[in-house]
Nanobody, 129 residues
Framework: VQLQASGGGLVQAGGSLRLSCAAS????????MGWFRQAPGKEREFVAA????????YYADSVKGRFTISRDNAKNTVSLQMNSLKPEDTAVYYC???????????????????????WGQGTLVTVSS
């Protein structure tokens, strides 16, 4: 099972990037998917999550209104559209997947790293001021 994140790069403040995460080895079409990030010298933090149906999304307060998570279950992918980027968004971004299909959780649990069983290798996003 592999989660491959891509789309990171260098962008100026105020710019946009779109991250993608492709899953292989099994289908995650009925699994919660999420994005986390880790800035240099900081702990990994939650960014966004999406229910397996795509009907519910969850965001960290720091990205709400600027980032949008979406999924394409037919393609086994999840994406993160990032707009109005700020220097403080600079981090390695990781996609993650829940290994238990069809589950739903209370809202706060979606932001917990313990929910996710599979993790991608990360893609670096650098936002210059």
């Amino acid at each position: 099972v592999q989660l491959q994140a891509s789309g990171g790069g260098l962008v100026q403040a105020g710019g946009s990037l779109r991250l993608s995460c492709a899953a292989s080895g099994r289908t995650f079409s009925r699994s919660v998917m999420g994005w986390f990030r880790q800035a240099p010298g900081k702990e990994r933090e939650f960014v966004a999550a999406i229910s397996w149906s795509g009907g519910s999304t969850y965001y960290a307060d720091s990205v709400k209104g600027r980032f949008t998570i979406s999924r394409d279950n037919a393609k086994n992918t999840v994406s993160l559209q990032m707009n109005s980027l700020k220097p403080e968004d600079t981090a390695v971004y990781y996609c993650a997947a829940d290994g238990r299909p069809g589950r739903t959780y209370s809202g706060s649990y979606y932001s917990s790293a313990t929910l996710y069983d599979y993790w991608g290798q990360g893609t670096l996003v650098t936002v210059s001021s």
